[in-house]
């Protein structure tokens, strides 16, 4: 219990230290102005109230990676909740609020531009696709994760593909519509429903003095059931993604980038709901851990289960809260991913948008870009969810490890400190280096071999940065202009 609550101390301290140190190294200027007041179009630039923006960006990118990825994580132990803590103040809260704050410079434009305009033409090509793909994989993800939740409550009343045609029915609405005539009408609910969840879930533990393991010495240790097979460096930095560091915000961002008013908003927002995901799967890895009896316990439940989380997940909320509160806090599970959906699909269309250079306030414009994108989306439901869900991780991972890079560089470029996203970008590159050596999916080599490998590249590549900056360092500057994505310039 001791390490849990020191682990959300350390959250909060997180946000309000190092948040304020991220914060002044990239340098906010409240009085420039901001594409959602520069450039307001009534569809996706439109300004709005910090706390709705916080709120909106929370949901987006607390799918069930902050809940599924938390309680798949828990099988390693207490050594899940160090990642957590880390990884989210020091890599995604970071990788989140640059995001962010480089598109409001930016004019709102989107991360695989970003990335393109820091690393080169044919990058950005390449991840114009990759985070397309992405995003596809995401929205498959939270169709069927959600719909098996919800087919768990009207058990021979609507089954899994009834309510995968409802969440796809209402991701097109949410990927058409303004922002504001949907999804700003109903995240409120939403949100109140995810935060019951979390602190409903949390509160009652502490009450009822579940035994969450502590981080002694003896625990400091793979606890997996299998500990050969899935050694903690790299599987569990790619299975606890949302929860410390996920790409997928990445292209959440540039949403709510087009939407403030002004950039001293861009903590509490990018940085904040980043920090609040931590605590969300925190609180889910603790439980996990201690609902069952232990960590050994919580193995054998998830291969008895083989895997299901959605099972976990209604079974301790059934049993912590009771029906009423029960059905809320499912309401809040089934939540975190349709709203990461919805803007998965929305992401997709602006993304493509940009690329084409085709305008989207028509909504037979977006009609025309959506039609496809949601075609592919359902294909990709037929595919069986844990293999979907294996491949998501990864290439989230990676699509973070790029955007780092390509956040070092700007920083480099701007004579910032670029050692608060250098040293995560390294890490994160040996990590999905690693991962994609040894992992099932993956080549399945050595798991010494490809560690050692996976380090090395994360050094190489730091090293190489280095001297491409001190040797950037010798030329004049070249003024890096801010981009407007309508211009195509």
Known sequence: MITFLLS????????????????????????????????????????????KIFLIQFLNIAGLGPIFGAIAGAVWGPVAFVWIVFGAIFAGAVHDFMAGMMSLRMNGLSIHAIVGKYMGE????????????????????????????????????VNVTAWATIIFIYYVLATMLPIDKLIGRIYPFFGFAMLFMAVGIGGTMIINGL???????ANFINMNANPGKFPIFPMLFVTIACGAISGFHSTQSPLMARCMTTEKYGRRVFYGAMITEGLVALIWAAVAMSFFGGVRELNDVLALQKGNAAWIVNEISNTLLGRFGAVLAILGVVAAPITSGDTAFRSARLIVADFFKFEQKSIINRLILTTPLFIIGFLLTQIDFAIIWRYMAWSNQTLATIVLWAITIYLATEHKLYWISLIPAVFMSAVVTAYILVAPEGF?????????????????????????????????PVEVRDVNPHLGV
């Open 8 to 51: 959300i101390v350390a959250l909060v301290l997180g946000y309000i230290i190092y948040g304020t140190f991220v914060e002044k190294a990239f340098g906010i200027d409240p009085s420039r102005p901001t594409p959602a007041t520069t450039m307001a179009d009534g569809v996706d630039y439109v300004p709005l109230r910090w706390s």
């Open 122 to 157: 044919g990058v950005k090509r390449f991840m114009s696709l990759f985070t397309v793909a992405m995003m596809m994989l995401v929205g498959a993800v939270f169709i069927m994760g959600p719909a098996k939740i919800l087919s768990g409550l009207t058990p021979g009343y």
């Open 211 to 217: 035994p969450i393991p502590e981080l002694i010495p």
């Open 444 to 476: 399945e080599i050595n798991t010494f071999y490809g560690q050692v490998s996976g380090i090395c590249i994360g050094l190489v590549l730091m090293v190489w940065f280095l001297v491409w900056n001190n040797s950037a360092k010798q030329l004049a």
